[in-house]
């Protein structure tokens, strides 16, 4: 067995034993990107930004910043907390693949106890700064976001691959959160920024599982492209859920949430990714897959970015 690196916050002696992991981690890991990767910051980072982006185009007048404060805080700590207890979860899993092998739990520096009291300690404390600070509609969004991602899309990864889209479903909520903070209310509006968050996320993964399905095919997870041996669903689904995100996306503009640069910019980033689609649904290798990743980074970004900045004034 691997002894943990000397930056190790717990020891982990009691623990149930967990499959070493293949490669050492390199150098020393500071407290910082311990907890950052534990909390998993990137994806964090994207749902408070989505969150965000749904509250200021649903907010209408001048800007409530302490409303605005407690519904991205809120939002936060939900996603930290959930990040936190999905490796907790799946940490058995996480040993057996390369890209995870060394997150905190894997490689030891920290103990399962330790993450189940901080992620549901944060996670509770999420929950009730929604519902006092905001309101019981986005608190109560966010707690079907917590449970949906841990207990129903957590497990269905190793059951089916179906749960990708059931995943994208608590994937595609904080934008909507992010609108009911604003509007207290559900509305097709709203509705229309879940549906463009939901179709993204769908070739932005299948690009993501395609590079990586022996590892997820070795780890024990039900991943589209573990099965599908010639690549032809997997090009399927990427390129018609790319397709269905083009119309949604000009949804903004037809709602009158954002002016017509906002257009222009949504027309373009849906050109460049329905090409990234197509041409790994032509080619199914490991380089139009990471260009169809990383036109996914690129796209949602820049479409977020624009439909801030070309809000319409209500």
């Not at 490796?87 to 894997?106: G, V, Y």
């Not at 549901?120 to 707690?143: D, H, K, R």
Request: include cysteine; charged fraction near 15%.
């Amino acid at each position: 067995m691997m002894k943990a690196p000397t930056t190790t916050l717990s020891p982990a002696a009691t623990e149930p034993a967990l499959p070493s992991p293949a490669r050492p981690a390199k150098g020393r890991i500071s407290r910082r990107a311990i907890w950052l990767e534990l909390f998993k910051a990137r994806l964090s980072a994207l749902v408070v930004m989505t969150t965000l982006v749904g509250f200021y185009i649903g907010y209408q007048g001048a800007i409530d910043w302490t409303l605005m404060f407690h519904a991205v805080a809120g939002t936060a700590f939900l996603a930290a907390g959930a990040g936190a207890l999905n490796q907790l979860l799946e940490r058995e899993h996480d040993a057996l693949m390369a890209r995870t092998e060394h997150r905190p739990l894997p490689a030891r520096h920290l103990t399962p106890g330790m993450v189940l009291w901080v992620g549901v300690g944060i996670s509770i404390v999420g929950i009730v700064e929604l519902m006092l600070f905001v309101n019981a509609l986005t608190a109560i969004l966010g707690a079907v976001t917590l449970i949906s991602y841990l207990f129903v899309y957590t497990p269905l990864k190793r059951v089916t691959p179906l749960n990708t889209v059931i995943g994208a479903i608590p994937g595609a909520l904080p934008p909507l959160m992010g609108w009911t903070a604003a509007r207290g209310e559900l509305s097709i509006e709203g509705w229309a920024l879940f549906a463009i968050l939901f179709f993204w996320q769908l070739p932005h993964f299948l690009a993501l599982a395609w590079m990586y399905r022996d590892e997820y095919r070795e780890a024990g997870f039900a991943m589209l492209p573990c099965f599908d041996t010639d690549g032809r669903r997997t090009a399927r689904q990427a390129l018609s859920h790319t397709f269905g995100l083009v119309p949604l996306s000009f949804a903004p503009f037809a709602f009158g949430l954002s002016g017509r640069y906002y257009f222009a910019a949504a027309f373009l980033l849906s050109i460049y990714f329905l090409w990234a689609a197509f041409r790994f649904s032509r080619h199914l290798d490991r380089p139009s897959a990471r260009k169809l990743f990383l036109a996914s980074i690129l796209y949602l970004p820049l479409l977020l970015v624009m439909m801030v900045m070309d809000k319409t004034k209500l």
